[in-house]
């Protein structure tokens, strides 16, 4: 099963006030385990940087004055993204970015239904709790020292083992491979009958024979019969 694991960063709160996309972080999964493949992208968002949005990801006017507009790495980011079950932590603020983005271009947004919530997952396992990224990091054990300003990509790589802890724990995927990499050798015969070992013949000597014949003597009515020794 491939997902894909992602997160955005935004100069706001909503697309349809204005807000626009300038930072995603796509990491693939297969069988809850990274295969390593990631997608990374700053956008231009052709509109000034909020103060309070630069103070969370630190992506200024400057920085990002010479990165490509979302129209020109659309198609590498959904060549990648491919028909993959996307995961965010609360996805629904992620998907509508993505997809006013692609509604602005014209092109096809993407379904609900592929779209798994890691927020509502944490609220029905850990009822009560806080669910920040940074709190189910703290409660999994997951080393987050690294993160000093909120970044796409890094984010979705924490998210992969906040997701697979929520899944079940890291034992998961270790055992589960693709059928692609199941290996059967194909036997025209089976070497056991193709080779059959050869017969091993004991001798026995002429000593073990007479003490075998003096040890049955002595026995008194032997169930096999009195001509057994013979």
């Known amino acids: 099963m491939r997902e894909i694991?992602?997160?955005?960063?935004?100069?706001?709160?909503?697309?349809?006030?204005?807000?626009?996309?300038?930072?995603?972080?796509?990491?693939?999964?297969?069988?809850r385990s990274e295969t390593g493949?990631?997608?990374?992208?700053?956008?231009?968002?052709?509109?000034?940087?909020?103060?309070?949005?630069?103070?969370?990801h630190g992506l200024s006017d400057a920085f990002l004055s010479d990165k490509p507009r979302f129209h020109e790495k659309v198609d590498d980011l959904l060549g990648f993204i491919g028909d993959a079950v996307?995961?965010?932590?609360?996805?629904?603020?992620?998907?509508?970015?993505?997809?006013?983005?692609l509604k602005k271009l014209g092109r096809e947004i993407i379904a609900l239904e592929r779209m798994i919530d890691t927020v509502a997952?944490?609220?029905?396992?850990?009822?009560?709790?806080?669910?920040?990224?940074?709190?189910?990091?703290?409660?999994?054990?997951?080393?987050r020292s690294h993160r000093v300003?909120?970044?796409?990509?890094?984010?979705?790589?924490?998210?992969c083992q906040v997701y697979i802890e929520?899944?079940?724990?890291?034992?998961?995927?270790l055992t589960l491979v693709s059928e692609e990499e199941i290996v059967v050798p194909v036997l025209d015969e089976d070497p056991r009958v193709a080779q059959p070992r050869p017969m091993r013949v004991f001798a026995?000597?002429?000593?073990?024979?007479?003490?075998?014949?003096?040890?049955?003597?002595?026995?008194?009515?032997?169930?096999?019969?009195?001509?057994a020794s013979g």
């Open 5 to 31: 694991v992602f997160d955005t960063e935004t100069t706001g709160l909503s697309f349809s006030s204005g807000d626009r996309l300038v930072e995603i972080g796509c990491v693939e999964m297969i069988n």
């Open 37 to 56: 493949r990631t997608f990374h992208c700053y956008f231009h968002p052709e509109r000034p940087m909020p103060a309070e949005a630069q103070r969370i």
């Open 86 to 101: 996307l995961v965010a932590h609360n996805a629904t603020f992620d998907f509508g970015f993505l997809n006013g983005e």
């Open 121 to 143: 997952m944490a609220r029905q396992r850990h009822p009560g709790a806080k669910h920040s990224l940074d709190a189910l990091c703290s409660r999994y054990g997951i080393d």
């Open 149 to 159: 300003l909120h970044g796409a990509l890094l984010d979705a790589q924490l998210l």
């Open 166 to 173: 929520l899944t079940g724990g890291r034992q998961i995927g």
């Open 204 to 227: 026995v000597s002429a000593d073990e024979l007479a003490r075998h014949a003096a040890f049955v003597a002595r026995l008194k009515n032997p169930l096999w019969g009195a001509d």
